[in-house]
């Protein structure tokens, strides 16, 4: 079936794009896997595919890795976040204590 050696050269392209941070790429690849299962008997599909389901489960590990970055990421640019605004409030209220009338 020429449609799963379709999908697993797609799997290899998305695994390189994933490891080589070629993000852009992705959508366009996906889109391509989505397109073939829409032409194809999906039952016929996985028959065809058999156990080959390694590519998958590996696309799944490093896409749920890639996640775990960008969220280790945002976390971090919050505290930094908060440790500017409460270091800006702070010194506010240092220099507003020598404009005090006493």
Request: hydrophobic share 35%; aromatic share 8%.
């Amino acid at each position: 079936m020429e449609e799963v050696k379709l999908w697993n050269d797609l799997n290899l392209r998305i695994i390189e794009a994933i490891k080589n941070d070629k993000y852009d790429i992705l959508d366009e690849l996906f889109e391509k896997r989505q397109e073939i299962l829409e032409k194809v008997d999906i039952k016929d599909f996985k028959e065809a595919l058999g156990d080959n389901l390694e590519k998958d489960e590996e696309i799944q590990y490093l896409l749920s890795q890639e996640i775990q970055k960008v969220k280790q990421e945002i976390q971090k640019y919050k505290i930094t976040q908060k440790a500017n605004y409460n270091y800006k409030r702070n010194s506010n209220n240092k220099i507003n204590l020598f404009n005090k009338k006493i």
